[in-house]
């Protein structure tokens, strides 16, 4: 698979700190999610590995497939962001005058949810990118 020109450079997040935010009492058990999901998950970019220990890869992912796994996840956050989704969607296509204020409102709402995974430590990021340089 080639990478687009877009993902280049693109913010991803670490499987563990994405499991943490997401609720998991086991971070590392989004793993298998991510493993059993890995075609979906391709369908919104690459799913980056890396090598954490011998034998052993972590994924990095970008802001599609965190949205994507919460679908898929059986945690409260997963389930918020889910349904803010969903209703961000149903009101766009209700084409009454009061979805433009709706879908609005729960735009905002939805960033809320949203602010802590944008605002996890950005030292992955860097040295995910450092990682990447060659």
């Not at 877009?6 to 499987?15: L, M, N, P, Q, V």
């Not at 499991?19 to 590392?28: D, F």
């Amino acid at each position: 698979m080639v990478m687009n020109r877009t993902e280049i450079g693109a913010r991803r997040w670490k499987d563990l700190r994405v499991g943490e935010w997401l609720g998991y009492k086991r971070p590392r058990s989004i793993r298998a999610l991510i493993h059993k999901r890995l075609a979906e998950l391709e369908r919104h970019g690459i799913v980056e590995t890396a090598p954490e220990y011998p034998g052993i890869f972590g994924y990095w992912l970008n802001f599609h497939q965190v949205i994507a796994l919460c679908a898929w996840v059986d945690t409260p956050r997963g389930k918020e962001v889910w349904d803010l989704i969903v209703k961000i969607n149903a009101a766009v296509w209700s084409h009454n005058q009061h979805s433009v204020t709706g879908v609005l409102a729960l735009r905002e709402e939805l960033i809320s949810v949203l602010d802590g995974l944008l605002r996890l430590d950005f030292r992955d990021h860097l040295r995910h990118a450092l990682c990447t340089v060659q």
